[in-house]
């Protein structure tokens, strides 16, 4: 007999259970987690093989250069070209989510995926905006994935400096009013990163700081942008930047905001591009960004509305550490809550189909994957805001869509070889947890069918 707690451990910290997989994880589930959380990981093969996000940008300045030269051309030369632009940016997302989601269906390490997911919805960089498309699979790759066991800070900066971070939250034409580029151009300061990062990324919208907070911290980012700048601007601009990929991090003075700053009462010199490091770094550690992180993560592995003492322990983690992810995660797994029956946290429709794929255990094509997704109104990386997907069970339990996960319940039900029993189906996957109602109705279904389809689209298994 498998135990609830192997239940709670492969649904609630990892992605939903393949079949045979309860029994090995009921021997030591507490040691199923932290073996996964204790040693690096190994890089999904799928996603180690897409390119890197500078040698993307490079594509994508080789695009917009076709594009400037053909300004003196038909509007329907120039129309073509902008529809292959856009297809090929489709193409590269395409790509990257089909990657993402395959991996974390087929995953061996399920608990570092729900991780990466965790904090790539933390950091959220979206598809809604068409500069930033081709490299969302680039920033999940590069900046979470090394990350969500490492220091907190280090996610932050990597964060902050990448292409798609710096296109999607419009920092790369930021330019400060009394820079060089500010004194001759017709741009100036873009506050969007600065207020994401105080309001979503460290302090949380009531951590204590105000709109000149905001505005300090926006003059320390200018300068942040990419090497793919260097295509839009005029020669003599161009002379005055680093040589990089279309997809590197840069820092152009020539957009940089002189003086000092001062950010949350502290005085910052001028430093260049050093501002807005020691700037992050000190956000990273803030006793704001502690209780902030540790409400979202015990939103996230407890409950909609997580108990205070849970989130107190976890910041103080957090805090005693310097932003350590990998003790603060060892920590979560240490708090009583987290082992609590029922199962209180609604699956999103990311980790419905994830756990519907991972359960069935059949080939799922991969244009099935995202049209899921996608009907089910959660796209990968395409959050509708910088605040990423909501966390809570309002958000996912309309009528129409629990209709929805119903119809794919029955759908999946009839892919699964006829081999398969339903009961044992029913033990393999919700067993531990399934209440006497929903064992009934399958013993009693009309059909083999009929019955898996039932134990899929079963309370039991829309919880994690």
Same mark, same amino acid.
Not at 240 to 245: G, S, Y
Not at 247 to 257: P, S, T, Y
């Given at each position: ?224 942008? &990419? ?5 839009? #601007? !005029? =020669?003599?601009?161009?002379?005055? %930047? /680093? ?84 003790? &603060? ?5 240490? #708090? !009583? =809550?987290?082992?609590?029956?029922? %199962? /209180? ?100 279904? /009309? ?18």
């Amino acid at each position: 007999m498998t135990s609830i707690q192997a239940s709670i451990a492969a649904s609630r910290f990892g992605l939903g259970v393949r079949p045979g997989e309860l029994d090995g994880i009921a021997r030591d589930h507490r040691g199923w987690i932290l073996s996964q959380i204790q040693q690096p990981a190994a890089v999904p093969r799928q996603i180690a093989a897409m390119p890197s996000s500078a040698q993307l940008g490079n594509t994508v300045v080789e695009m917009l250069t076709r594009g400037r030269r053909m300004r003196g051309m038909s509007e329907d030369v120039r129309r073509t070209n902008r529809q292959q632009m856009t297809r090929n940016a489709l193409q590269m997302y395409r790509n990257e989510a089909i990657a993402r989601t395959q991996s974390a269906i087929q995953t061996t390490t399920p608990v570092y995926e729900r991780l990466v997911h965790f904090w790539s919805n933390h950091f959220t960089v979206s598809a809604s905006k068409n500069e930033a498309r081709p490299f969302l699979g680039g920033f999940e790759r590069e900046v979470i994935r090394p990350n969500v066991l490492g220091k907190f800070g280090d996610m932050l900066l990597a964060s902050t400096r990448h292409v798609a971070m710096l296109l999607y939250l419009d920092q790369a034409q930021s330019i400060g009013p009394n820079s060089i580029a500010g004194r001759f151009g017709d741009r100036g300061l873009n506050e969007n990163l600065a207020r994401e990062i105080l309001e979503l990324h460290t302090l949380g919208v009531d951590g204590g700081y105000g709109q000149d907070d905001v505005l300090a911290l926006s003059k320390m980012l200018t300068g942040w942008t &990419v090497g793919g700048i260097r295509a839009v #601007l !005029p =020669e003599r601009a161009q002379s005055r %930047l /680093p040589e990089a990929n279309g997809g590197d991090f840069i820092f152009a003075e020539l957009f940089h905001e002189p003086g000092a700053k001062t950010l949350l009462g502290k005085s910052f010199p001028e430093a260049g591009e050093g501002e807005a490091r020691a700037a992050l770094a000190m956000l990273a550690t803030h006793p704001s960004t502690a209780r902030f992180i540790a409400t979202k993560l015990a939103r996230h592995f407890i409950a909609d509305d997580p108990p205070q003492r849970a989130i107190d322990q976890l910041a103080a983690v957090f805090l005693n550490t310097g932003g350590d992810l990998r003790a &603060v995660t060892m920590a979560l797994v240490d #708090l !009583p =809550e987290v082992w609590a029956d029922p %199962l /209180p946290k609604v699956r999103s429709p990311n980790d419905f189909v994830i756990a519907l794929a991972r359960a069935a255990n059949v080939p799922v094509p991969d244009q099935d994957l995202l049209k899921g997704m996608r009907d089910f109104g959660q796209p990968v990386w395409s959050a509708p805001s910088p605040a990423g997907w909501p966390d809570t069970a309002q958000a996912w339990l309309a009528p129409e869509s629990l209709m929805r996960r119903v119809d794919a319940a029955r759908s999946v039900a009839q892919a699964i070889p006829n081999s398969i029993e339903p009961m044992a189906f029913l033990e393999d996957t919700i067993g531990p947890v399934a209440n006497a109602d929903t064992a009934i109705w399958t013993a009693r279904a /009309p059909d083999r069918v009929e019955a898996i389809g039932l134990v899929l689209a079963s309370p039991e298994f829309q919880r994690r």
